[in-house]
């Protein structure tokens, strides 16, 4: 699976943007897809999950209620749509993928076989 990830951007605190992961080398169908983020001098971090049946989403802390993870199979699509956006929330964004990762395992970046070039987003305060 190849990823492709945009949309990001610079953008003032509480505004929103929508980023795409654009797959390419198979179906996303029963594909879990992930987001990753790392700030600059800070470590990669989970940033949100979906499962690879596309029932279950999963969030972390710092983001839930603010971010929503989707898919659009016939795309072959997935996105990424940040609201109300912090100046903490500035990094270098990276989706993921994987076609038989485990539930348990969405939140570690080691389990994920497929990742995207990341795309910046930069929040201003």
């Known amino acids: 699976v190849q990823l492709q990830a945009s949309g990001g951007g610079v953008v003032q605190a509480g505004e929103s943007l929508r980023l795409s992961c654009a797959a390419s080398?198979?179906?996303?169908?029963?594909?879990?897809m992930g987001w990753f983020r790392q700030a600059p001098g800070k470590e990669r971090e989970f940033v949100a999950a979906i499962s690879r049946t596309g029932g279950g989403t999963i969030y972390s802390n710092s983001v839930k209620g603010r971010f929503t993870i989707s898919r659009d199979i016939a795309k072959n699509t997935g996105y990424l749509q940040m609201n109300s956006l912090k100046p903490e929330d500035t990094a270098v964004y990276y989706c993921?993928?994987?076609?038989?990762?485990?539930?348990?395992?969405?939140?570690?970046?080691?389990?994920?076989?497929?990742w995207g070039q990341g795309t910046l987003v930069t929040v201003s305060s």
């Open positions: 993921t993928a994987d076609v038989s990762i485990i539930t348990s395992s969405l939140r570690n970046d080691g389990a994920w076989d497929y």
């Open positions: 080398g198979r179906t996303l169908r029963n594909v879990a």
